[in-house]
């Protein structure tokens, strides 16, 4: 059957129940692309490596596609986003674009995880080579960042196997080495981020960036020393990091991508 949205888009009839799930889907493919995009700005993967994944209402998922007519995340747009069921098969999306290949991670962890609604996936270089050399990132940052101080509260665990992670037995694996966290290392490949929502799982692929970077170059100075442990507990405090500050910090993120050189 031809989705909603491409019946609409051809002017043939459909029910309102069917129109609200169309302006769903569009609504969460325009948030994960904007996700796309920030994190490609920012430099956060290797183009055009990397998804992000939404689930929708009804179970299913929403993500980046992969395949000849795709954009890279730096210049992804809803139309680069696709719909699968939770067994993978694909349900919508524009002609020459498919799932990608590691879908099986969104999928593993959606399993794994009920309190979860967004998965990011890339390849940002400085946590892949704190992977590479098995150097834990360590809370060397306190008050500087407690947003970021709170992703190693439990520790950033490594998911100890470097290919593509295309079947669900593999996935699985990610998902348990992910646990209850947020963050996961993935050794010489990437790193897998979840969250409440696509603003939410690419900010802390941020993070997780920032900590690495901020680990690497305090090694360049000496041996860093970690925070006082009873100081980290009443910086992190309990429970996640509020809704208030992730949209606070979200809003910054797109207008830093979005501005343009002086004189452009």
């Not at 407690?146 to 520790?155: E, V």
């Not at 990437?190 to 603003?199: M, Q, Y």
């Not at 680990?215 to 507990?233: K, M, T, V, Y």
Request: proline share 7%; hydrophobic share 45%; charged share 20%.
């Amino acid at each position: 059957m031809t989705a909603p949205a491409e019946r609409i888009a051809a002017g043939e009839p459909v029910v309102a129940g069917e129109v609200r799930a169309a302006a769903e889907v569009r609504a969460a493919a325009e948030r994960v692309a904007e996700a796309c995009r920030v994190l490609g700005r920012l430099g956060l993967t290797r183009e055009p490596a990397g998804h992000i994944s939404m689930l929708l209402a009804d179970g299913t998922v929403a993500l980046k596609a992969r395949g000849p007519a795709e954009s890279g995340l730096r210049f992804a747009g809803a139309d680069d986003v696709v719909v699968v069921d939770r067994g993978g098969t694909l349900l919508s999306g524009a002609p020459g674009l498919t799932a990608p290949q590691e879908l099986a991670i969104h999928l593993a962890v959606y399993r794994a995880r009920p309190d979860v609604t967004s998965v990011a996936h890339v390849h940002p270089t400085m946590p892949v080579l704190f992977s590479v050399c098995d150097v834990p990132l360590l809370p060397v940052t306190g008050a500087y960042d407690p947003y970021a101080l709170r992703l190693l509260a439990d520790g950033v665990p490594t998911f100890d196997r470097s290919v593509l992670v295309t079947t669900p037995e593999l996935g699985d694996e990610l998902a348990a080495v992910l646990g209850a966290g947020s963050v996961c290392l993935m050794r010489g490949h990437g790193v897998t981020a979840v969250g409440a929502s696509p603003e939410e799982a690419a900010l802390n692929v941020i993070k997780l960036s920032e900590l690495a970077e901020l680990n690497f170059q305090a090694r360049q100075l000496g041996e860093p020393r970690r925070i006082d442990e009873a100081e980290r507990a009443a910086i992190v405090g309990t429970g996640r990091t509020r809704p208030e500050l992730i949209a606070s910090a979200w809003r910054f993120y797109l207008r830093l991508v979005s501005e343009q050189p002086e004189g452009s």
